[in-house]
Each structure stands twice: as C-alpha cells, then as structure tokens.
C-alpha cells in the first residue's frame, strides 16, 4: 500500500508544482499586462478614487473639480458646476460608469499618480511631479447655453470654432446627460439614459455621421471655382428635373419647382436658393479629381488632428463609372457623410481665407499652482483653396444669408455668411443644417447647426427655418462678446 | 521538533493574524483595536487550545500538523478580515468552535480509530444523508436553499426570523471517506486478488467493482441535483485515489477516470453551466462580461498582485466576486502576491507531505487508508479551488481548507485534522 500512496502523494505534489508554474505564469510572466489591462476595473478604482485636475472653461470658471468625500482614504469625488452643459465633450470620471470624453481621453494627464504603492512613495521622494494637471479649455460657457437654448428639445449639434485659431467655442449635442448623477452611481439614471432611444450618451458633434445635403454645396462650388469649371456669373440652365445619365434616378430642386422661372440661372443666384438641379450639373460638369480632392482638402476622409477623439467624415474616392453618384454627391446626398465638427471646419475654412486651421479644445494644460505647463499653439492644418477662391466663396455665402435661404441667421452690425441644408435623412424627415460664419470688428466665429429628423416642425422644416435661427444666436452671442 | 517549538509557532499564527488584521486596519485609515486584540486571543484559545488537548491526550502525535493548519488559517483570517470585518469577526467565533469540535474529537478518539470502524454503516447512511439534505425543500424548518445555482446549503430556522446556514456535505465528506476506509481496508484483498479472466485480460470480479459504481453515481447526483462541480469531483477523485491506494490496482482508477469522463461528457451536453464553465476555462476573455467574468477578474488580482503583491489592505480584492469564499487564494495572491502566494502553497504541500507520512508510517490499513484519505482530500481540496481560480483547471466552487470564510468547511477540516492527529499518536504507541 506504502508504494501507492507515495505514488499518489506525489500526483499531489505535481499539482502544487503545475499551480506553482500557473502562478509564475499570471503573476510574473503575464503580471504587468493584467494589471494595465483596460478592462481591470483596478484601474478605473485607483483613478476614480484619486484626485483629479481641475478642467475650466476659456473664461476660467470650472467645468470640473474634484472633491475630497472622505479624507481618512483620501477618496474624491468630480463633480461638474454646469452639470449637463459640458457633457459631451468633457465626459465623466466615475467608478460605476467608468470614464467618457476628455476625463477618458486625457485621464492619464488629470488623474494624480500619488497613491500608496511603494513606487507612488519613491516618486513622492524624489519630488516628481505626482499632482493632476488642469486643462482650460476654448469652450465658451455663454456660447453651449445659447445653443442649448437654440436647440431646445430637438434632436442636433453645435459646433462653433475660431475660424483664424481653429479653437472650439462651443460643442453642444442634445439631448445631454447629467454627469453629477453618473458619479453618484445613480443606476437608475445610467441605465435610463442607456437606453434611451434618443441617444443622450451619444456625442452627436463628433461621433455621428449626417448627410451634408445642401451644406455640401460649399465645396462643390469650391471645387468649381478653383477648377476654373464654373464661376459665380457662370449661367445654368434652369431645369424642374435632372435626369442622371447612365440610371433612372433624378434630381430635382426644393418642392420640385423652377429655380429661377425657367430663365438661365447664375451660379450665384443657384447657390443663394440653393437649386439642386444646378449643383446637380455641376456635379457631372466637375472632373471627378478635382471633386474628391477638393472635399479631401476640406478635411473628409482625413483625421482633422482635433485634440478628441473624432470619426472621420465620409465620401466616395471612385466615381469612374458613376456620373450619377457623382451629381448626387455634388449636392451632399448619396453615401457622403459628414460629423457637424467637419462642416464647421468647412465654414471655418472659408471664413479663414482658405487656410484650414487644426481644431483643438484644450487650450493649455496647469499645474496645481496654476503655473501654465504647456500651451496649444495654433496650426495650420492645409491650405485647402486659394484665398481668390475663398474670398468667392465668402462672397456667395453673404450674399445667401442677404437674399438667399439663410436670411435668418443675419446679424446686425456684423457680415454673417452662410449656407443652409435640407439634407433626406434616415428618420423620414429631413435632417437640417446652417454652416456659416459671423464677423465684427473684434470677433469672428464659425458654425455648424445640425437638426435631426425635421425638428420641431418635422416634415416641412428647411435649414434656414430651422438651424439658421439657432447658429444666429450662438454667433451673436460671440460677437457680443463678454 | 519539540513541544516547545510546536507551542511557540502557534503562537507566532495568532501574532501574524493580529499583525494583519493590524495592518488591514491601518491601510484602511483605521487603528490599531479590539479586533486586533481579539484576533489574538481567538487564536490563542482556538489552536492553543486544541494544542493543550492534544498535549495532554494524545502527547505522541504529530507535531507538524497543528502549526502549520494554524499558520495558513492565520492568513485566510486576515485575509477576510479585510475583505469585511464582520465576516472576519464570524470567522473567529467558527474557529472557536471548530477547535472545540476538535477537542471533541480527540477525547472521544483518544483510544484510537478503531470506534469509527465499528460505526462504518452508521456514518456511510449519515454521509449520504448529509449530501443529499439540502435536497430537502426550501419549506420545512431544516430545509436546503439554492446559493449561486448550487444547492448546497442547509437552513434551520431558529426562532422568529433567525436561521441557521451550513453545508452539511463537508461534513458527509469526511463521514463518507472514513467509511469507505473501513470497507476498503477489509475488501482490498478481494479487490486485489479475485480475478476473472476473458480472454488473456484479468480483470477484478465485476461484483468488486460495486463501490466504484457507487461512487461515480453519488459523485454524479452531486454534480446533476446540487449543481456542484468542484464537491463531485473531489468526492470521485479522492475515492479512486483510495480505491488506489488500498489495491495498488490502477485499473481502478483508470476505469473510473474513463467512468467519470463519459459522465462529464453527457453532464455537458445536457447542461448549459456545464458549457459554461468549460468555455469561460479554455477562453475566459472571450466572454469577460459574462461567463468568463469571475475567472477574469481572479486573473486581474493576481496579475495586479505581480510579485511582492499591492500589500494587506492596499490592493482591490473586494473586486473579485466571492472573493471571502472561493476566491480567498485570488484575493491573498492579489494582496501578498507570488512570494505569498507560493508560501501559501507550500504551507498546504508541507501539510499534505505531514498527512502522507502519517499515512505511510501507519501499520493497520485502516488508518493507514484514513490517514492517506483524509490527506488527499485536503490536497485534492486545495488544488481544484487554486486551480480553478489560477485556471490550471475549470472553475468549481469549493472552499479553500483553512483558510477561506465558512463554518462548514472549518469545523470539518478540522474534526480531520484531529482524526489524523489522533491516527499518528496511535503509530506512536
């Protein structure tokens, strides 16, 4: 019997070996990688508990601050002053829900490395900085309550930047969240605005993707005027219906009327009503080259180098054996797809003179003593039209918002340009859009307005009913300044 | 090693559980208190205790035993203490009474094992009894409850709203093995030697294998109508390893290998946890959120743990689930990490290898097989839960000896323990 038990025994004694080599193997081998692993709920506890760095506004009031809740474990809490104002873009930093926007982005530059581990007190020691940075931020608190009261209710976005700095002024999607009961682990609550079917989590600004419709336009008449195909006194033929060579498909104008009483009809006056039977031509006058490069210059496709994360906007590279695809493309409908930070880059840019400056939200990163560490300097991100061009373009974009479908957004004392959208979204309304840009002696501003599915008013809404309204009081609010 | 040196490590056990729950204390922004104080004392009147009771009862037994038990409770103490002090401080009144379950033990044994033969069937009827009581419904006033999906648990209801909870198949455990000590201490020559032969093959006499049929159908109702993987396979492996060990025989535990294999198999057809379990071993990342989700979250601690461990109190074991039950190694790795981890290893070798020796330097079967099973079940014990949560094997829910929080499984290791104190005091004489 003596021989199998120490056989047995020794079985045992195998088994302790082979947890010995698990061990080895989860804790040593494999130790760092759990333990930096994204999905360790210890790394989110040992941020959420810590304290974070101050996040303010461009005028210094805060947006973010941490609290201390218990100071025997040195826990604290962030807590938002504006509650819902700045959700999306500056997320939240709590232990139930995890980490969102820039809390989640810049959390490694937020979040204190002082803690209790043996290399916290080395770093203590040796005097390395160990205290959360502060980020101020070029977002206007005036300017994200005027287009939350711009857009109320309805389903949308706000993105407004300085068109010669390419900093965000304002960045507003409803509906919004209230970050405050996120960190009291209000379950409820977080569940709610999971599933709810508006979407209130979601950053419509810059992680939704909208047809562009008529707002497109921009940039076809961009791509025309500095092809030489087109100029603003060039004539169109005013036709009810565009027949699309090569398919059945059709483009007709606004309410499948006349643009312009069936008499020829200037690039301009087409642009200022926005005939898309006019644009529609130009589309299939346009080398498909000159068409692509031009939206690519406007930053589609590309990574626009904001300082958040952003989805790129979309259009199609090959037209070759689409002319169709093309003149629908032309007035910003078919697959082009565009996140409302795009089309305010494109207002920008044409308020900019053509120079395409890198947007960014975080204005400077400070220490606790408020001392500055490092500050974002302005960057040119292209050149995407020649100033002749833009300097067109500016002038068709007044004169819509003089004579044409953006009369809403005027501004009095202030030259605004503008062009509106009316673009077929997937709700069954139309999704409705004003990109533009104000000016006055001191100020300048560029915007992006969004409405989902009609707003309001719902199958009837147009862009210059509806979002002119609201990006003419976000931009005034700006020129008015503080 | 002497009297002394046996007295002087317990009460080094009751000095490392004190520090710790001193330590867990202070890194929590707490002081230095009652509990540790009481800690102290519980450990000294417990294994103190129970080291007086063998001092004067049973003086020649093995001197290993009770340190090293005392030691690795020391540290699943502290590491439940400050997973949740009340726990730590029901966790004290247990060992208590397991200690005066073990005093009781060797007092009604101190004339060696001998009386538990006699009761053989008694305990064989009471083992089965206990494992399959908390069958009983949820309604009557002993009635069993259904935790996690296992039901495993017995609930007496005391008077008003107050009840009682136990798992009455940790103490069946024992009362089966020390039956089948017996029945397998008197058979082994049958087994070993009636053979029948077909063909050029011999093989035992079908009737023989009657036990083995018998085990693999108990370890099979455990595993179908208690939902209870890690408790059925204990029970099958620590009955092949001593069908085993009395015959020298291996087509024993080949065939119940082979037995338990087909029952595995169809168990995981026929059941979704079963699935579950298997994929949330081969692949827990897969499904983290979901299936894999415990195994996930023990990796994490421990890996968090990395060599010298986050310290007592400093680390996030209370993010693991179970971690005061099940999980107790997950949570003390993550704490003390590799170098305690492996410490905790090798107080559980050091114990099993002192229970072998037991085994081994017994001259009558009986012990000798009672020693040898009472071992392997806390070596087998101990290496399905820390190779479940170290996923060496598929996780089943079983406690950690000693050290992990529960009543059950600390009275009845206990009650084990001294039967094998009392087995070595018997080779002594």
């Known amino acids: ?482 | 090693m002497n009297r002394i040196a046996e007295a002087s490590l317990i009460v080094g056990s009751a000095v490392l559980a004190a520090l710790g729950v001193a330590i867990a204390n202070l890194s929590s922004g707490g002081s230095v208190d009652a509990q540790v104080a009481l800690t102290f004392v519980s450990f000294v009147v417990s294994w103190g205790g129970l080291w007086v009771t063998v001092r004067r009862l049973t003086p020649g037994a093995n001197p290993y035993l009770l340190p090293l038990a005392s030691i690795l409770s020391a540290v699943g103490m502290v590491e439940v203490y400050r997973l949740n002090p009340s726990l730590g401080s029901l966790q004290r009144w247990w060992l208590l009474t397991a200690a005066a379950l073990g005093s009781l033990t060797i007092l009604w044994l101190r004339d060696g094992t001998a009386v538990l033969r006699r009761y053989r069937y008694l305990l064989l009827m009471a083992g089965v009894l206990l494992l399959m009581s908390p069958l009983l419904p949820g309604s009557l006033p002993l009635g069993g409850v259904t935790v996690n999906g296992s039901r495993l648990w017995l609930r007496l209801n005391l008077w008003g709203d107050s009840s009682l909870q136990f798992q009455p198949g940790e103490l069946g455990k024992l009362a089966l093995i020390v039956f089948f000590a017996s029945y397998l201490a008197e058979r082994r020559q049958a087994l070993t030697l009636v053979h029948r032969k077909v063909g050029t093959l011999e093989i035992p006499e079908p009737r023989q294998l009657m036990p083995l049929l018998v085990a693999w159908l108990a370890s099979l109702i455990v595993m179908v109508y208690q939902r209870d993987l890690g408790a059925s396979l204990l029970l099958f492996a620590v009955f092949m390893a001593m069908l085993y060990m009395a015959t020298g025989q291996a087509v024993f535990p080949l065939t119940g290998v082979g037995l338990f294999a087909i029952g595995t198999a169809g168990a995981f057809q026929a059941f979704s946890h079963v699935q579950r379990r298997y994929s949330a071993w081969i692949a827990p990342f897969d499904d983290f959120e979901g299936a894999g989700y415990q195994i996930v979250q023990s990796l994490f601690a421990m890996g968090s743990g990395s060599i010298a461990g986050s310290g007592i109190g400093l680390g996030r074991p209370d993010l693991i689930p179970s971690a005061a039950t099940d999980f107790i190694f997950a949570a003390i790795a993550e704490e003390t990490g590799f170098v305690g981890a492996v410490g905790v290893l090798i107080g559980f070798a050091l114990l099993v290898a002192a229970g072998f020796g037991i085994a081994v330097r017994s001259r009558d079967p009986f012990r000798k097989l009672l020693a040898a099973g009472i071992t392997t079940v806390i070596g087998v014990q101990s290496i399905i839960i820390i190779g479940g949560v170290t996923r060496l094997l598929p996780l089943t829910g079983i406690t950690l000896p000693f050290m992990s929080y529960g009543g059950s499984s600390l009275l009845s290791n206990t009650v084990a323990l001294s039967i094998l104190l009392v087995i070595s005091q018997e080779e002594h004489r």
């Open chain 1, 1 to 482: 019997m003596n021989r199998s038990i120490r056989l047995v025994a020794a079985g045992v004694y195998l088994f302790f070996g082979l947890l010995v080599l698990m061990l080895t193997y989860i804790q040593v081998i494999r130790g760092p990688e759990y333990r930096d692993d994204e999905r360790n709920p210890r790394l989110l506890a040992a941020r959420a508990g810590r304290e974070r760095g101050p996040i303010v506004a461009r005028d210094g009031r805060l947006i973010a601050e941490s609290l201390e809740v218990s100071s025997q474990t040195a826990a604290f809490e962030r807590t938002y002053p504006f509650d819902d104002l700045f959700a999306h873009p500056v997320g939240y930093a709590t232990f139930l829900f995890a980490e969102r926007g820039l809390e989640s982005e810049r959390s490694a530059d937020l979040s204190s490395s002082r803690n209790l581990t043996f290399s916290g007190m080395i770093d203590e020691l040796l005097g390395r900085d160990t205290d959360g940075q502060g980020l101020r931020l070029t977002l206007s608190p005036e300017l994200q309550e005027a287009a939350r009261a711009g857009l109320g209710t309805q389903l949308g976005a706000v993105v407004a930047i300085e068109p010669s700095t390419g900093e965000v002024l304002a960045m507003y999607s409803s509906p919004t969240y209230d970050p405050n009961q996120l960190v009291a682990g209000d379950t409820a609550y977080g569940d709610a605005i999971n599933r709810d079917p508006t979407k209130p989590l979601l950053d419509r600004t810059r992680a939704e993707l909208y047809p562009p419709g008529s707002a497109f336009k921009v940039i076809t008449t961009a791509a025309a005027l500095e092809s030489g195909t087109a100029n603003a006194r060039t004539l169109f033929e005013d036709v009810p219906e565009l027949i699309l060579p090569g398919s059945t498909s059709t483009i007709s104008n606004f309410n499948q009327g006349l643009c312009n009483g069936g008499e020829p009809v200037t690039l301009a006056v087409a642009f200022a009503r926005s005939c898309n039977t006019v644009f529609g031509q130009l589309g299939l006058e346009l080398a498909e080259d000159d068409f692509v490069d031009m939206a690519q210059a406007f930053g589609f496709n590309q990574d626009l180098g904001l300082d958040m994360e952003l989805i790129e906007s979309e259009i199609p590279t090959d037209f070759t054996s689409n002319r169709a695809g093309m003149a629908q493309s032309a007035i910003g409908e078919r697959d082009v797809r565009a996140t409302p930070v795009q089309m305010a880059m494109v207002a920008a840019t044409v308020a900019n003179g053509g120079i395409s400056m890198q947007p960014y939200l975080v204005a400077e990163t400070f220490e606790r003593d408020l001392t500055v560490i490092q500050t974002m300097q302005p960057a040119i991100r292209e050149r995407a039209i020649g100033p002749g061009t833009a300097a067109a373009l500016k002038d068709l974009m007044i004169n819509t918002v003089n004579q044409g479908t953006g009369r809403s957004a005027a501004i009095e004392g202030a030259e605004v340009g503008g062009k509106t959208g009316t673009a077929q979204g997937p709700g069954g309304n139309p999704d409705l859009w004003f990109i533009g840009f104000a000016r006055n002696d001191e100020r300048a501003i560029a915007i992006a307005v969004v409405v989902e599915d009609g707003g309001l008013v719902g199958a009837d809404g147009t862009g210059g009913a509806v979002a002119a309204p609201i990006a003419r009081n976000v931009m005034a609010a700006w020129l008015a300044g503080s």
